[in-house]
């Protein structure tokens, strides 16, 4: 069975459909079908591999020596696990 497809308009960078073009190309598709396999394709969560964005970052960063002391730096550097140097 095959289902009736809608048009839509989309604004985008010159830049980025000059690139959706080229690869739209390589995979030999149009841009339209680049698209929306992408969109089948994404999860429908917003975490990324079902972690959220701070613990899959926790611990990656060095935070500088800090000259006075400032509670929520410290409250921040506790709960993301950042060490000074």
Do not use: C, Q
Not at 26 to 48: D, H, Q, Y
Not at 50 to 75: I, M, N, P, Q
């Amino acid at each position: 069975m095959h289902t009736m497809k809608k048009r839509v308009t989309l604004t985008i960078d010159p830049d980025v459909l000059a690139r959706a073009r080229r690869l739209a190309h390589s995979r030999n598709t149009s841009v339209s079908g680049l698209i929306e396999g992408f969109v089948r394709r994404a999860p429908m969560t917003r975490k990324s591999g079902g972690r959220s964005f701070s613990s899959k970052w926790a611990g990656k960063f060095k935070v500088r020596r800090s000259t006075t002391a400032d509670a929520r730096l410290e409250a921040l550097k506790s709960r993301y696990r950042l060490e000074e140097p």
